[in-house]
């Protein structure tokens, strides 16, 4: 007995001096079926992390939100024992950082924070299953570099940033797992089925969401980001089968010029460890070429403007178990492997760099303030008079990325045309912590060194969101803004004026040019109440006299509706906190009378769209999300059926996005055509614009592949031929044109001033049929972002939107996608009207 309990005392000694998690199961152990080139589903990964919570006091799990599908969103936290037991002061420790009106702190005593942050794209998941092998590794290891590390820092692994597709890829592949794998590349695993599973649940590139948020993962994740602010962000992605390793820095001329020299510096500095890593390890690798550093709604460039490192990495894809590539045979065990020698080297890295990395955070955002004070610009005035919905989404997108709004106190009249009106308006000034994401968000560049852009070349929120916009030159003199800044907690009762409906009125009027009322104007119709809307503006006559209305007015009217119907309008009125207006006659003072042909009743749409592989996924998935979550509505997403017809007359609206149509059969070109005759609506953009054209299902002529090619001059070496199709390229860019808000497609717009996204090169020409086009590119189209000369010469003065009757039914189209990543709520509109208002053009 005494020996027994001598030999415990030994045993539990010995593993206390290793470290008394020394015994931490590794994944390789915790899976029973565990094999270096199998897959695992996000469940078996959420598994093993809290198994390592449970089972190690160096850990700890943040669960900060839910996916789209309810799969949990973790972050594990490894560090020493006790830096986990004070996380939560060393968190608000570092915060003390980023505030430029603290007191400096120290750095040399506080921990560095890195964030490494994998399968943001679902189909990418060799950085996850690399992860959990080095936090096994981190947290069972007592080497003195370990300990070091641990000591020093706080590593927040987001294992699997985007559960809901990381799982279904997980799922596609492991279905074709084989004891002897083919590498062939057609092998059916590596041309993934549709829908593929870069996305999230709505097929949303959450590796672009982290300026507009769109997605329930993205929120969470800007959100917690937030509370710790790491000095450095590793974000691991996968490349093209044939390419090597790549790490950050990408291009220097291509990095967002907002990002200081110095961050530049230290990317260069914590690149050499992982240039050398993969030196010793004699693995191939490239640095500072194909990717940029310049749209800042990445992993890899937002945490550039907020004093941190923001480094991309990626593999080579293996795939599902391997792949024939240039390099040789690829394993998915050789490419986790990588990423384990990338995510080594980003700690080690980050711990050498440790103090370096904490003072320039520090600097940062001292230097903002610096920055603002020398700006000749002292900040930017936001209004929207009528559309209370774009306003409060744009506080809350300001606030999320901790941009402070002040709300106006007074009028203020920027010139002849412009009032800014207190209690529509935001004041933001540019002296606070947040200075270069502020410059970002309203930049209006239009010149730029380099031209080669890897993704989009602006992203200005107050033009996608529909807002008016003015930067106030010198200091903002003679106007009052409220002290304290707008706060979603403070002023969430402020917004919500519930209206009084009068139990005797005509009828009651919803104010189209309200995004509320346009997104619960599906759930009116459901619910079976009848509902017109007016075609040209009147003059009503309201409880408080009588106002102007413009045209797409919303009325339901007691002529219309049962008693039922208005009570149960009532309910949504409440339930949605819509404003309403009180119409006490039908008969107006001015414009058509509320009985008049000239006040339509509209239908509830029924929407379907095709969704092929050949047909632009994210694009299919930007409309479906718009439906679900923006209007409300089902959508039916037809299949690329050969043999059976659609049952499209089960179906009031077809939607075609972007995508490849020559693919469709004769007869089915047939069957849309005789839908469309018979009194269907066809929605089309981009290249389903052009193919509507050639079908003659448009009058509107396009430019060709050779018309938009011919002006670009070949004068550059072979050497720099990327140069030339760069300036080919529209990488993404706003132009303006402008739209008759008095046509139906107009509907809900206050001036005729619209800002157009455009990523793509499809030219719709001028019609000679009266009123088909309804919106037009200006004369000087450019607003913000990168386009060269012979593009804006092929732009301007051409059709953004055009409507033509066929038959009983019409065919609208657009020559851009009026849905760019759900948040360009400014063409948005357009669609939306489409979809409600199409039966209204005669
Ligand atoms: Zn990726």
Redo the contacts with the bound molecule.
């Keep these: 007995m005494k020996r027994f309990s001598r030999i415990f005392v030994v045993f539990f000694a010995s593993i206390y001096s290793y470290g008394i998690f020394a015994n931490l199961t590794s994944p390789e152990q915790y899976f029973p079926s565990y094999q270096a080139d199998k897959h695992l589903r996000f469940d078996q990964i959420a598994n093993y992390l809290n198994y390592v919570d449970k089972s190690t006091a160096k850990s700890k799990l943040i669960q900060f939100g839910w996916s789209e599908e309810g799969r949990p969103l973790y972050l594990l936290a490894v560090s020493s024992k006790k830096n986990i037991e004070n996380l939560d002061e060393i968190r608000i420790r570092h915060e003390q950082l980023s505030n430029p009106y603290a007191t400096r702190l120290n750095s040399h005593n506080l921990p560095v924070i890195v964030w490494l942050s994998f399968a943001?794209?679902g189909?990418?998941p060799s950085g996850a299953h690399a992860a959990i092998k080095i936090i096994h590794y981190l947290l069972s290891n007592n080497q003195p570099e370990v300990n070091n590390w641990l000591n020093n820092s706080v590593l927040l692994f987001e294992v699997v940033a985007n559960p809901d597709g990381f799982d279904q890829y997980a799922n596609w592949v492991s279905g074709f797992y084989s004891d002897y794998p083919s590498s062939h590349a057609q092998h059916a695993k590596n041309t993934q089925k549709w829908p593929k599973s870069?996305g999230n649940h709505y097929w949303f590139d959450l590796?672009r969401d982290w300026l507009p948020q769109t997605q329930a993962e993205s929120k969470a994740r800007v959100l917690e980001y937030h509370k710790w602010k790491p000095n450095v962000l590793a974000?691991f992605?996968?490349?093209q089968s044939n390419q090597s390793y790549f790490f950050q820095p990408g291009v220097k001329a291509r990095i967002n010029p907002l990002t200081p020299e110095q961050n530049i510096d230290l990317t260069k500095d914590l690149s050499n460890y992982t240039a050398r890593a993969f030196d010793q390890a004699s693995k191939l690798y490239y640095s500072e070429e194909n990717f940029d550093d310049f749209y800042i709604g990445k992993g890899s460039t937002y945490p550039d403007l907020q004093g941190g490192l923001g480094i991309l990495l990626?593999q080579a894809q293996s795939q599902g178990q391997q792949i024939q590539t240039q390099n040789g045979l690829l394993t998915f065990a050789q490419s986790v492997e990588n990423q384990m020698t990338g995510i080594t080297s980003m700690i080690r890295a980050a711990n050498a760099k440790r103090k370096a990395l904490i003072d320039f955070q520090q600097d940062f955002f001292r230097n903002n303030i610096t920055l603002a004070q020398k700006d000749k610009v002292s900040g930017y005035l936001v209004q929207s008079q009528y559309d209370e919905h774009s306003l409060e989404q744009f506080l809350q997108l300001m606030s999320a990325h901790q941009i402070k709004v002040y709300p106006l106190e007074q009028d203020y009249q920027a010139n002849d045309q412009l009032v800014f009106y207190k209690n529509t308006s935001y004041w933001i000034p540019l002296q606070q912590a947040q200075y270069r994401l502020i410059k970002s968000i309203f930049s209006r560049q239009t010149e730029f060194n380099d031209h080669t852009f890897y993704d989009v070349t602006n992203w200005n929120i107050a033009l996608a969101y529909g807002l008016q916009h003015y930067s106030i030159e010198g200091r903002f003199f003679g106007v009052k803004a409220h002290e304290q800044p707008w706060d979603i907690n403070r002023h969430a009762k402020t917004l919500q004026k519930t209206t009084n409906l009068t139990e005797n009125a005509a009828g009651y009027l919803l104010d189209w040019r309200n995004g509320k009322n346009r997104f619960a104007l599906s759930e009116i119709l459901r619910n079976n109440i009848k509902v017109r809307v007016a075609k040209a503006q009147f003059k009503g006559v309201t409880p408080n006299g009588s106002k102007s209305f413009p045209a797409g007015s919303v009325l339901i009217l007691r002529a219309d509706n049962t008693k039922q119907a208005v009570t149960q309008f009532k309910n949504l009125v409440s339930q949605y906190n819509l404003r309403a207006h009180n119409l006490t006659t039908a008969h107006t003072p001015d414009g058509p009378d509320l009985g008049s042909d000239k006040v339509q009743l509209i239908e509830l749409p029924k929407v379907a769209t095709l969704a092929a592989p050949w047909v632009s996924q994210s694009e299919i998935g930007e409309f479906w999300y718009w439906l679900d979550k923006k209007i409300k509505l089902p959508l039916t997403m037809l299949a690329d059926t050969r043999h059976t017809k659609w049952p499209l007359n089960d179906f009031t609206h077809l939607y075609l996005a972007d995508g490849q149509y020559q693919n469709l059969t004769t007869q089915q070109i047939d069957q849309i055509k005789t839908w469309v005759d018979q009194g269907g609506t066809l929605i089309v953009t981009k290249r389903a614009a052009i193919w509507a054209s050639q079908q003659q299902l448009i009058k509107n002529d396009y430019l060709s592949e050779r018309d938009l090619s011919s002006p670009f001059k070949q004068n550059y070496d072979y050497a720099n031929k990327e140069s030339f199709y760069s300036e080919m390229r529209i990488s993404g860019t706003v132009f303006k044109g402008a739209i008759d808000p008095t046509h139906p497609l107009g509907f809900g717009r206050t001036t005729p001033l619209v800002h157009l996204f455009r990523n793509d090169r499809v030219v719709l020409l001028e019609t000679s049929t009266p009123f088909a086009d309804v919106a037009l590119y200006d004369n000087d189209p450019l607003t913000a972002g990168y386009v060269s000369p012979e593009n804006i010469n092929h732009i301007k003065n051409t059709v953004a939107l055009t409507h033509h009757k066929v038959g009983s039914g019409r065919v609208i189209a657009f020559s851009d996608n009026p849905l760019f990543r759900g948040y360009w709520f400014d063409t948005a509109k357009m669609l939306t009207n489409s979809l409600f208002f199409a039966e209204l053009i005669d």
């Design positions: 943001s794209h189909d990418e870069r590796n974000d992605h996968e490349m990626e």
